[in-house]
């Protein structure tokens, strides 16, 4: 295990996040936890040979158009083209700048598939015509790709996020995804992976639907929510699979009470060494707060 991670505020921050949402796990098992994430979210190259068991997403092919949601649980960045490659029609909603950054590959996937027949569209999030564009698709069949725990999509200030429950905390959420579904009329479903005897396998979570005469605003609370208990149960027992504890302090998606002079305890396990720029100090990993030396 390298232990000079441990002065890393990339670390540091991993390790705040996972006390906060999973405050079970002891401080000291977060370096081993810290490793793990890190090895598993190395940029692997796409194997085509990998086979992958689609069968819970068959139905995909003939029913009605979904809002597919995906979340960035290792395998995620495949997840488009094996969908595609199964015959699955949709378009795919992503951010410009993630676009930009894998544009090669996915003007490909595009070529590919549009040799093959199908169409196979690229919407940006920050396009004003986006919901157009989206109510477009559904109405010509094709499903949604999203990526629900994404940094991109409606406002980024937390007043204008959905606070919902997670793991063992909460959560500010954007509220995109349950706003197109109440609009476009079209159900939300969240879809994951996971490895069984060497083999990659599509889970499904339950679809979530409007209920007849639920205000809009109860729906996007209420169908946020279900997404993520839905990603909470992919990671509460294999934390290292979501690759967002690395991040989630750039995502807006939390608040936090600084803490009074003199409630900080000097002795508190929770305090790590780091070295930011060149400095040497001290970070509270409850609190979220640095003393620099």
């Not at 991670?5 to 370096?31: C, D, V």
């Not at 949709?90 to 700048?97: E, N, P, S, T, Y």
Request: hydrophobic share 40%; with cysteine; aromatic share 10%.
């Amino acid at each position: 295990m390298c232990t000079h991670n441990k002065q890393t505020w990339h670390y540091a921050l991993f390790s705040a996040h996972i006390h906060r949402y999973l405050p079970a796990l002891s401080w000291g098992e977060h370096a081993a936890l810290y490793q793990r994430w890190r090895v598993y979210h190395q940029p692997q190259p796409f194997h085509a040979a990998l086979h992958w068991d689609t069968s819970l997403l068959a139905d995909l092919k003939l029913g009605a158009p979904q809002i597919l949601v995906l979340f960035h649980l290792g395998m995620h960045a495949f997840l488009p083209q094996v969908l595609a490659d199964e015959g699955i029609q949709f378009d795919l909603l992503l951010d410009r700048k993630v676009f930009a950054r894998h544009q090669t590959l996915f003007a490909a996937q595009q070529t590919a598939r549009q040799e093959q027949g199908a169409c196979y569209r690229f919407l940006m999030s920050d396009d004003p015509q986006v919901l157009l564009k989206a109510r477009s698709a559904i109405q010509a069949g094709r499903h949604l790709l999203i990526f629900g725990d994404g940094n991109s999509g409606t406002s980024d200030q937390i007043d204008k996020k959905v606070k919902i429950s997670f793991l063992a905390n909460d959560l500010f959420v954007r509220k995109g995804i349950g706003l197109l579904s109440g609009l476009l009329g079209a159900s939300i479903l969240p879809i994951s992976h996971r490895t069984v005897a060497g083999k990659q396998q599509l889970l499904r979570g339950t679809a979530i639907g409007q209920l007849p005469n639920e205000k809009r605003e109860f729906y996007i609370q209420r169908s946020m929510q279900l997404l993520y208990d839905f990603l909470s149960s992919q990671i509460r027992d294999e934390p290292w699979r979501w690759e967002c504890w690395g991040y989630l302090h750039k995502l807006n998606c939390y608040q936090i009470e600084a803490p009074q002079q003199g409630e900080l305890d000097p002795a508190s396990e929770s305090n790590i060494s780091i070295v930011l720029g060149g400095r040497n100090g001290i970070f509270n990993r409850e609190c979220f707060c640095c003393l620099f030396m």
